[in-house]
C-alpha cells in the first residue's frame, strides 16, 4: 500500500504532517516525532507584533529577553512570544536536528511585516512558509472586498519575493469562500490549509470578563473542513490540507477522499503522544488492504464537489431535507 502524496511540491511519504503549534518548541519533542514518522512539521507562528515588539525594546534598551519558552502546551500563552532573532535561531535548530521538511509559520499585520522577515525565513533554511491570514473584521466602515483583496496582495508580494513554495492558511469565515481561495491561487500560493481554529469566549457575568480557552480538536471539527477542501479540490492548483478535527485513520480517509494532500496534526497528538503517528500509518496501511485501495492516490477526491453536475443544488438540496 502506497500512502506517498505530494504537499507544497514536496514528495512525501505519507500525509501526516505536524501542524502549528508549541509541539514544536522543543527540539527533544521534535526528534520524536520524526523519530515517530511525521512526514513534515510546520513551526508555530511568528506574529509581526513580537517583531515589532522587539524592535522597539532594542531601540529603548541596550538588552532585551533573549528566552525561548519550551512547550508546555500547544495553547498559546501571552508569555510565550519570541521575537524575530530568536525564531530565526530556532528553525535553524530544528532544521539541523531532523531530516524532515520544515516549514516557518508567519502572522503579519502589515504587507512590509509579511515579505521582509518571509525572506529571513527562508534564508534561515525554511522548505517552506506558511501564511496564516486572519483579519478580525470588526471595523464595519471596511467592506469583505478591502479586506481579501489585501489577504491577496500579501500573498503575492510574498510569493514574488520567495523561492520556497508558499501555503496559507485560511479561516471559513468568508462570505464566497470558494471565490477567494480561487484567489488566493491566482495569486500564486502553493498549499490552502484548512482551516485556523479559533479559541473560545465566554462571559463571566459575576466577574464582568471574558473567559477564553482554547480547547483540543475533536472529530465535530473536522465536518467544516471536509467541506471546504470538497469545495476546492479539483478547481484549484494548489494542494489542500485539513488542519483540525483529524485524529483517527479513517479521518485521514475521509480528508483524501474530499481531496486533501495532507493533514495537519496536533491535537491528536498532545492526547496521545508522538507515537500516535506511528498507529495511524499501520492503521491506514490496515484500512486500505481491507478495502482494497492500492493507495492514497487513487481516492484521493473521489468525494470532491467538481464530481457533481451542479455543488449548489446539491447542497441546497440536502440543507432543505434535513430541516423538514
Known sequence: MSLATTYLGLQLPHPLVVG???????????RELEDAGAAALVLRPLYEEEIVAEQMAAFFSDSHDDSFSEASSHAPEP?????PDE???????VKAAVNVPVV??????TLRGWTSFARLLEQAGADGLQ??????ASDPTMSAAEVERGMVEVVSEVKRSLRIPVAVKLSPLFTAFG????????????????????????IDVVELEVVRTFPVSSFVDLSLRLRGVAALA????????????????????KATMTGAHAVHLVSALVRYGPGHLNALRRDLDAWLAEHEWDSLEQMRGNMGFDRI?????????????MVQ
Open 87 to 93: 525564531y530565526l535561531d530556532h528553525l535553524r535548530r
Open 179 to 202: 471565490h477567494f481561495a480561487r484567489q488566493i491561487d491566482v495569486a500564486g500560493a502553493d498549499g490552502l490549509t484548512l482551516f485556523t481554529r479559533f479559541h473560545r469566549a465566554d
Open 131 to 136: 501564511l496564516e491570514l486572519y483579519h478580525a
Open 20 to 30: 502549528s503549534s508549541h509541539l514544536t518548541d522543543d527540539l527533544g519533542i521534535v
Open 79 to 83: 508569555d510565550a512570544a519570541v521575537g
Open 104 to 109: 516557518a509559520a508567519l502572522n503579519g499585520a
Open 309 to 321: 453536475p451542479d455543488p449548489a443544488l446539491y447542497e441546497r438540496t440536502n440543507f432543505r431535507t
Open 234 to 253: 479539483g478547481r484549484v492548483k494548489a494542494s489542500l490540507a485539513v488542519a483540525g478535527g483529524v485524529h483517527t485513520a479513517l479521518d485521514v480517509v
